[in-house]
């Protein structure tokens, strides 16, 4: 089993930018793929990024693509989200997530299986 626990959100301008971090405990955290996600109020968590066990792939959800980059860092336990050029409908919960098995590349949910708690990211225009 593996914790996860983000930070770095918070008020930012249009334009800005916010790095994002999700820490994990375990010594197995170079075993999962690993995925941010969002939330705004009133809609469904969707996809944001994911990456690969190594870090060498990645996926994006076309919202963020160009924008967003993530990146991970096995030998600290931890995964980043830089988040440039920012937007109002950027603002969300955003969450980290691993993935046990499977592709690295899924947008699903339901294809993840540990959560963190959670970081509010609200981007003022």
């Known amino acids: 089993q593996v914790q996860l626990v983000e930070s770095g959100g918070g008020l930012v301008q249009a334009g800005g930018s916010l790095r994002l971090s999700c820490a994990a405990s375990?010594?197995?955290?170079?075993?999962?793929?690993m995925g941010w996600f969002r939330q705004a109020p009133g809609k469904e968590r969707e996809f944001a990024a994911s990456?690969?066990?190594?870090?060498?792939?990645?996926y994006y959800a076309d919202s963020v693509r160009g924008r967003f980059t993530i990146s991970r860092d096995n030998a600290k336990n931890t995964v980043f989200l830089q988040m440039n050029s920012l937007k109002p409908e950027d603002t969300a919960v955003y969450y980290c997530?691993?993935?046990?098995?499977?592709?690295?590349?899924?947008?699903?949910?339901?294809?993840?299986?540990?959560w963190g708690q959670g970081t509010q990211v609200t981007v003022s225009s």
């Open positions: 990456i690969s066990r190594s870090g060498g792939s990645t």
């Open positions: 997530a691993a993935r046990v098995s499977g592709s690295w590349s899924s947008a699903s949910v339901s294809g993840y299986d540990y």
């Open positions: 375990g010594r197995t955290f170079s075993s999962y793929n």
